[in-house]
């Protein structure tokens, strides 16, 4: 079945590929052309051939139809000198001549067959009045002439008294020559032309093939290159300058697996991180139960500080546990954002009601300052998470009777969170790295006062899947300020 699909799918697919395209089109401009110009050449040469005929045969009827008059042939048909003429004519071109007096009479016929009658057709008529008809009877082979027998007569003009001449049309020649031997021409041009043709058309299909490989050849390069990084056979970048295109999709290419290595990286410099982050705690755990063990005589005191010691690795084991957890569910998509209307206000006395008790441990004053009342369209348990790492830092970071600042305000269409502390603050050269996974400024400080450096890359997560922004200023020794921007309803 599913085959089957993939065969049709083929089929479709090698008409809507590039190569037959390419082909299809030098066919079409190879052949067309081809048939064009054979049919213009024979019709031309049809036309030219009927029209030479013609004019050979009006120029003999002529010369024959100055004769007859010095002859009286109209009157009297038996001299020998024109019916030879005649003859000659009608044997040379395979036709008829007819010769009509101006009484529309035939008195010569040399089909011998109507001679006495009357001929009274529409040619004739025209003829009689001065003009000369040539018709080209297509179909059944022939040409049809008409040529005035014309006498000069002389008028005499009795008031000028001068005597200009006049012609005057004593009968007509009606000539039909047969068109057979241009017809037989025609048919060996044509036979020609069809065996010109079939070679031609060969050789173009040899081009179409030829050049339609040549032309698909680098796409077909790109795609193998693509095989071969895909199979892992190489990690080098792909280079295939032929066409703009060709250096357009490669350069794509490469810069999505530039990304991809840069993510592998991340991945595999973030497991390393987190092993390494996981195995600290449980190091110190074994290292303070082997001591334990290996000594004698163990007072109860000191079990008792060795198992406070260990209960608070555990903790930190767990501590880091927890936030790679929260972490790992931000960076699934927004589509899990659990969105509700909250009040912001609300939210942030309640956190820092929760946080007040560990500022008051080392003095440190913490203040809330609302500009407006806000209510927002956000994930609660996110939000709380943002609210409550940065106060946090800005306790733990801070100095002894120190103060944070939280400051809430909104226009039309953000609300804004300023977190402000009067702490230690962060060296310029560590700005750009503070959102990264497991980074601190100062690793031991930081595990000293029970960080993980995992809580702003949660927190810019968070701001991130609300489609805010978290920006950083910060002084060393003075004290730092982050500021959230995030849209008041939730844009999905
Ligand atoms: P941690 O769990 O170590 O606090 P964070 O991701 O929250 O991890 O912070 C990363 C690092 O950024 C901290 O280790 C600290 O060095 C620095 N930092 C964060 N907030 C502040 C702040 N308010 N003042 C000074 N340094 C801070």
Redesign the pocket.
């Known amino acids: 079945m599913w085959d089957k699909i993939k065969a049709g799918q083929m089929g479709v697919l090698s008409w809507r590929s590039l190569k037959a395209r390419i082909f299809l089109i030098i066919i079409l401009t190879g052949v067309i052309p081809c048939i064009m110009i054979k049919y213009g050449i024979l019709d031309n040469y049809e036309e030219r051939a009927v029209s030479l005929r013609t004019s050979d045969v009006q120029t003999q009827v002529k010369i024959i139809a100055d004769h007859l008059l010095n002859y009286n042939y109209l009157q009297e048909t038996s001299s020998e000198v024109i019916n030879a003429e005649i003859d000659q004519l009608s044997n040379l071109y395979d036709g008829r001549v007819i010769i009509i007096n101006s009484n529309f009479k035939i008195v010569k016929d040399t089909y011998d067959i109507s001679e006495g009658r009357t001929m009274i057709s529409e040619e004739v008529i025209k003829c009689f009045k001065g003009q000369n008809t040539a018709s080209y009877d297509e179909k059944n082979g022939y040409i049809e002439i008409t040529t005035p027998i014309m006498q000069q007569a002389s008028v005499s003009d009795g008031e000028k008294g001068t005597k200009p001449e006049e012609d005057v049309i004593k009968g007509v020649m009606l000539t039909s020559v047969s068109t057979d031997s241009i017809a037989v021409t025609m048919e060996i041009l044509g036979r020609k032309a069809n065996v010109l043709e079939i070679l031609i058309g060969i050789a173009i299909l040899c081009f179409a093939v030829v050049l339609s490989n040549i032309l698909v050849r680098p796409f077909n390069r790109v795609t193998d290159a693509i095989n071969e990084i895909q199979e892992g056979y190489t990690e080098e970048l792909i280079s295939v300058p032929d066409y703009v295109e060709t250096v357009h999709i490669v350069d794509a290419f490469n810069q999505v697996l530039a990304r991809m290595k840069r993510l592998d990286d991340s991945r595999q410099e973030f497991v390393a991180n987190v092993s390494h982050e996981l195995k600290t705690p449980i190091t110190s755990v074994k290292v303070l139960a082997d001591s334990l063990r290996d000594q004698g005589d163990v007072s109860v005191e000191l079990y008792k500080e060795f198992m406070e010691d260990i209960a608070e690795e555990i903790d930190r084991e767990n501590k880091i546990i927890n936030?790679l957890l929260a972490l790992v569910k931000m960076d699934k998509t927004a589509a899990d954002l659990n969105i509700s209307v909250v009040d912001i206000n609300e939210l942030t006395e309640i956190i820092l009601k929760r946080l007040r008790p560990i500022a008051r441990k080392r003095d440190i004053e913490v203040v809330f300052e609302s500009i407006r009342q806000v209510t927002a369209e956000i994930d609660e348990v996110k939000m709380t998470l943002i609210i409550t790492?940065?106060v946090?830092?800005?306790i733990?970071?801070?100095k002894e009777q120190g103060s944070v600042k939280v400051l809430l305000d909104a226009d039309h269409q953000f609300f804004v969170l300023q977190?402000s502390?009067t702490?230690?603050?962060?060296p310029e050269e560590?700005m750009e790295h503070?959102?990264?996974?497991?980074?601190?400024?100062?690793?031991s400080?930081?595990?000293e006062?029970?960080?993980?450096?995992?809580?702003?890359?949660?927190?810019r997560s968070a701001v991130l899947m609300h489609r805010g922004s978290i920006k950083?200023t910060?002084v060393e020794g003075e004290?730092?300020t982050?500021v959230v921007r995030i849209p008041l309803n939730y844009i999905a």
């Open positions: 936030d790492n940065l946090e830092n800005a733990k970071y801070n977190v502390d702490g230690i603050g962060i560590a503070i959102y990264e996974r497991f980074y601190r400024v100062d690793k400080h930081s595990r006062i029970g960080g993980t450096g995992l809580g702003l890359a949660i927190t950083l910060s004290g730092t982050f």
